[in-house]
C-alpha cells in the first residue's frame, strides 16, 4: 500500500515554470481548515507508562537518506505527523517509492545520489522548517529545479541562511520571496563547489543543508559550528556508508568534514522516541500533584537533553532506568514524580541541546519556587512562531510574572498558577502542547485557539495524555 501524503505528486522529465507555479500557488496555500480550540483541566495525578512517537529529526532524515541511497531503506518507528508526511511526499516527487508496509514499518525505495527526478509540482512542506531546509541541501546538489512552499507560518520562516551557503556551492536562486521567505525556487547543480563554512548560528537545519548538498560535490565539505547542534545527519550519513569526520572546535563547537560522492548504502533505521515530545507528558507528570509515570525508550542524544539537565537541576525527581543503545541512538526510560521545582539560571550554551523546549520550560518554571532566566533565545524567534513572544503573551494571560531581556526569558515562578487565559498558537505545536500542559496544574482552566498543528508532531498527544488521566476538553 502507498499512503498518500498531504500533498500529491506526479513523476516528469519536464522542468516546471516557476512563475507560473508562483502564481497559481500564492493564493491557494498559507492557511488551514477551521481552527479547533481545545481546553485542558486541573487533573487527577497522572499514572501509568507512555512511549513517545518516533523522532522527528530522525524520521525526517531516515526518508532523506533513503531517497537518496540505492535500493531498499526500512524504517521502523518513523513519526507519522504531518511534518514528516510532507518529507515523503518530496522523497516521491523526487523519484522515490515511498510505501508503509502492514506491519506499521516503512519502506523507501531510493532514486540514488544524482539520480533525483524534477518535481513536476511545489513541494509543499506545510509547516515543516526541517523538511523544507533538508531537501534545499539535497535539491541544491542536483541539477534539477524545485520551488519550495508550506503554510503561513513557514511562509514567515528565514532561509537566507541555507540560500547563501547554497549559493556559494553553485545553486541558482530563481525566485525568493521579499527577505528570503517561501516560496522560493532553487535550480541545483550537479557539481556542487567543496566549501568551508563557518555556520553564523548554532542550526542543525544549516548544517544538514550544507552536508546533504555536499554529498554529490566532487571534493570535501567542512561545515564548522561553534556551539554544537544536534548531530543526527553525521551519524546517519556515516551509517549510510559516507566518511564523514567529526572534529571539536572551541570549546563547545565541532568540525564536521564530509568526502564527496560517497557510496549511500540502504540500511536498516530505527527511529527512537522524540525527546522533544516526551517533553510534555513528562512536564505534565512533574506539576500535576500525587503523579508517577514512566516515559519508554526515549533518545538520549546528548545534543538532544538539554531539558533534562536543566529539570534536575531544578529539583525535579526522574530516575533514569535501563540505559542502552537501540538503532544507534542512547536510550532509556525516565521514571517521573511530581515534583515542587525551583528556579535556576540556564546558561545560553545548552540552548542547541533543547531549543524546542524552551516554552514547556517556561511552563514548568511558572510553577517553580523562585526566578528562572532563560539565556541566550534569540533562535526562538525565528522557529514556527516567535516563540520568545508567544511564550510570553501565553504567561501574561494565565497571569504569569515574566520579562525578556534583550534574548533572555525571565519566568518568576509561583507555586500556584491562576491558569484561566485563551493562548494564541500562531500554528506552533509546541506552544499549543506547552500551555495544554500548563492547564492541567493550574487553578483554573487553559484554553488554546487551535489544536489542528499538535499534529505535525505528535498526531497522538491527547489519547496519550487522556489515558494516563489528563483532563481535556
Ligand atoms: C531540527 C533542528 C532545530 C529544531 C527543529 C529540528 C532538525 O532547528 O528546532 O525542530 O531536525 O535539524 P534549527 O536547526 O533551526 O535550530
Not at 532523506?64 to 518513523?78: F, M, N, S, Y
Not at 550519513?237 to 549511500?264: C, M
Request: with cysteine; aromatic share 2%.
Amino acid at each position: 500500500m502507498t499512503l498518500g501524503g498531504p500533498a500529491c505528486y506526479e513523476r516528469n522529465e519536464n522542468s516546471p515554470n516557476p512563475e507560473v507555479q508562483l502564481a497559481s500557488i500564492t493564493a491557494s496555500h498559507g492557511s488551514h481548515g477551521p481552527a479547533s480550540p481545545m481546553t485542558a483541566g486541573r487533573s487527577a495525578p497522572l499514572h501509568g507508562s507512555l512511549k513517545p512517537p518516533g523522532d522527528k529529526s530522525i524520521s525526517h532524515r531516515a526518508l532523506i537518506l533513503g531517497l537518496l541511497a540505492t535500493g531498499q531503506t526500512p524504517i521502523e518507528g518513523l513519526l507519522e505527523g504531518d511534518d514528516v508526511l510532507r518529507t515523503a511526499s518530496a522523497c516521491r516527487a523526487l523519484g522515490a517509492k515511498v510505501e508503509r508496509l502492514g506491519d506499521g514499518r516503512w519502506l523507501v525505495e531510493g532514486a540514488g545520489l544524482g539520480s533525483l527526478l524534477e518535481p513536476t509540482d511545489v513541494l509543499d512542506f506545510g509547516n515543516a522548517g526541517t523538511g523544507t531546509r533538508l531537501m534545499m541541501g539535497v535539491v541544491g546538489g542536483h541539477a534539477i529545479t524545485a520551488t519550495f512552499d508550506g503554510d503561513a507560518s513557514l511562509r514567515k520562516r528565514p532561509m537566507r541562511r541555507i540560500l547563501d551557503p547554497l549559493v556559494l556551492m553553485g545553486v541558482e536562486v530563481l525566485s525568493e520571496t521579499p527577505g528570503g521567505r517561501c516560496p522560493i525556487v532553487i535550480k541545483g547543480t550537479a557539481e556542487p563547489a567543496p566549501i568551508e563554512y563557518r555556520s553564523p548560528v548554532p542550526s542543525a537545519q544549516l548544517k544538514s543543508a550544507i552536508l546533504l548538498a555536499g554529498l554529490n560535490s566532487p571534493g570535501r565539505t567542512v561545515v564548522i559550528e561553534t556551539e554544537a547542534s544536534r548531530d543526527h545527519t553525521e551519524k546517519m550519513l556515516s551509517y549510510f556508508g559516507a566518511q564523514v569526520h567529526v572534529e571539536t572546535e572551541g570549546t563547545h563547537g565541532r568540525r564536521i568534514t564530509l568526502e564527496g560522492r560517497p557510496k549511500l548504502t540502504p540500511r536498516a533505521v530505527i527511529v527512537p522516541a522524540d525527546p522533544s515530545s516526551a517533553a510534555f507528558p513528562l512536564v505534565a507528570a512533574l506539576l500535576v500533584p500525587g503523579s508517577d509515570v514512566t516515559i519508554e525508550a526515549m533518545m538520549m542524544n546528548p545534543l538532544r537533553i538539554g531539558l533534562l539537565t536543566t529539570l534536575i537541576e531544578m529539583g525535579a525527581q526522574i530516575e533514569v532506568i535501563n540505559p542502552r543503545i537501540e538503532g544507534g541512538e542512547d536510550v532509556a526510560d525516565l521514571r517521573v514524580r511530581h515534583s515542587q521545582l525551583h528556579g535556576v539560571d540556564v546558561p545560553a550554551e545548552r540552548a542547541p541541546a533543547m531549543i524546542d523546549e524552551y516554552p514547556v520550560l517556561a511552563v514548568a518554571a511558572a510553577f517553580a519556587k523562585g526566578e528562572t532566566r532563560m539565556r541566550g533565545l534569540a533562535e526562538l524567534r525565528v522557529k514556527e512562531s516567535d516563540r520568545l513572544e508567544a511564550v510570553a503573551a501565553g504567561l501574561a494571560v494565565n497571569g504569569v510574572e515574566h520579562t525578556i531581556e534583550g534574548d533572555d526569558l525571565i519566568v518568576r515562578g509561583n507555586t500556584t498558577v491562576a491558569g484561566g487565559g485563551t493562548v494564541e498558537t500562531h500554528l506552533d505545536h509546541r506552544i499549543a502542547m506547552s500551555f495544554l500542559v500548563m492547564g492541567l496544574a493550574a487553578q483554573k482552566p487553559v484554553t488554546i485557539d487551535d489544536s489542528a498543528m499538535i499534529a505535525t508532531s505528535f498526531p497522538t498527544f491527547r489519547p496519550a495524555l487522556e489515558r494516563l488521566g489528563a483532563t481535556f476538553g
